[in-house]
């Protein structure tokens, strides 16, 4: 099996939900089931924030143009249904379903169209960053997939890669791409940080003036560092778990 973790950064206006999230840097909308065939697409999504942030994010779900994740540039005349399965004062759930054309394109259609069957999606979006993570087979052509996806996108959002492993790598992971390896940006954003002294106490440079520094926008600083921070955080907790075995509750 093969796993890859990329990460798309919308400009402003191109996506409705980029948009409405980047209004609201502590909200998250992540995919708690994700299904497609070659002329549907099925998810589900579980979005988190304040109650203005749910009210906009849920709007921008019910209005934007073919938001699930159709990319095509044009109007391609598919058609969406989206329903709130569950609401409360910080979290929202949101079903959507969409029947595409033969204009439409996708991430899980360009996946399947590459890669083949079997193809597992799992997505978060947080602030202009829309991260997803695919397992397959490890059959297909994982290069056209990203050459056809790079094409869809165009230039309304660039792409990063953040992880390429198979999935049975060994825990301890490596240095060249094993799956405990930090992406290179990531790992250039956490190298960067830590010699300038944002991690210093009281921090030597704010994240804005980190940002200045490695030419590229905050709120792509921010999330780089943040995903580095919670790659490290996991790693730890899993080598300690491993020298001392699963805690057992008292």
Known sequence: MREFVFA?????????????????????VRSLSLHATDDRL?????????PDALEDIENAFLTSDYYADCLATD??????????LDRTDDTLVLYSDWK?????ASVPHIARDHLGDGVLFETRHEGRHYTWRIVH??????????????AAVGDRARMEMLRAATTDTDATGDANGGANA?????????????EHGYYESPRAVDVGELADHLDVPRSTLTYRLR?????????HVASEQLVDGPSTPL
Request: glycine share 8%; charged share 25%.
């Open 8 to 28: 798309l950064e919308y400009e402003p206006g191109c996506n409705g939900v980029a948009d409405a999230l980047a209004d609201h840097p502590d909200a998250r």
């Open 42 to 50: 099925w998810r589900v999504d579980h979005v988190t924030g304040t």
């Open 75 to 84: 109007d391609c005349g598919a058609t969406q249904t989206t329903r709130v």
């Open 100 to 104: 595409r054309t033969p204009n439409c």
């Open 137 to 150: 087979s490890g059959e297909g052509d994982a290069a056209a997939f990203f050459d056809s996806l790079e």
């Open 182 to 194: 930090l992406a290179p940006e990531q790992e250039a954003a956490l190298r960067a940080a830590v």
């Open 227 to 235: 995903r580095a921070e919670e790659h490290l955080a996991k790693q």
